[in-house]
């Protein structure tokens, strides 16, 4: 999300940089402004003319995480046109490399345009456990993985195609994005390229674009479909 958030600053675009859900409160500490809010209006009114914001809802100090903001106000932003760009956290993975959602997740606002599901090709031949990926027992339900058995780049393909897998959530008409992050082994590169081709071969339950790369030290895109 502050990659995206850089490079549309970087090429002259107006950001939100806000959550449905919570973000980590170190993640909102840099060279960008960053408050809370109650309301779309008091969102426009405090970031004033700055090129990118970081706005919340509130800060619980004692597990250091910011909560963001009912789905309904990031969609009265949107409709506001004060920002070029409004990059939102709908899901997360309590810094897992992968994950399954819940029944309540993601948090996707309406008016959304694309939604991008990242995911770990670090988490592949790890332990089915929860170590290693967020809800693990909702993966098997999704997945041909089992518990305690290393986790499979197959695995990645059926939690996308699944109706209540990575692309759960996605509005009709938004763009849907995969990008498979920390392709940082010859290994890790051939699942990526094996999960997209996977991918590509079913026309019932691709993804608009795929990716893969790293985000770290620097964004980086590989290859892609």
């Known amino acids: 999300m502050f990659a995206l958030a850089r490079e549309f600053v970087a090429a002259g675009k107006r950001v939100l940089v806000t959550t449905t859900t919570k973000i980590a409160t170190d993640e909102a500490t840099g060279p960008w402004p960053s408050f809370s809010a109650t309301s779309a209006a008091d969102i426009i009114s405090q970031a004033g003319t700055a090129p990118v914001v970081i706005a919340y809802h509130h800060e619980q100090p004692s597990d250091q995480r910011l909560f963001g903001f009912e789905p309904t106000i990031i969609d009265e932003v949107k409709r506001q046109g004060t920002f ?3 990059l939102v956290e709908a899901d997360g993975s309590a810094r897992r490399p992968l994950k399954a959602p819940a029944t309540h997740e993601p948090v996707v606002p309406a008016t959304t345009d694309a939604v991008i599901a990242v995911a770990g090709l670090n988490g592949i031949d790890q332990p089915l456990t929860s170590e290693h990926l967020f809800r693990p027992e909702i993966w098997q339900s999704l997945t041909d993985d089992t518990a305690g058995q290393p986790i ?3 695995a990645i393909v059926q939690a996308y195609q699944h109706p209540d897998g990575l692309a759960k959530g996605c509005p009709s ?6 990008y498979l992050n920390q392709a940082d082994t010859p290994e890790r590169l051939a699942a990526a390229r094996h999960i997209l081709q996977q991918l590509a071969s079913n026309t019932e339950r691709q993804p608009d674009r795929a990716a893969y790369g790293t985000l770290l030290p620097s964004p980086e ?5």
């Open 84 to 86: 070029d760009r409004i």
């Open 221 to 225: 895109i590989i290859g892609h479909i």
């Open 173 to 178: 008409g938004a763009a849907k994005i995969l």
């Open 152 to 154: 499979t780049a197959a």
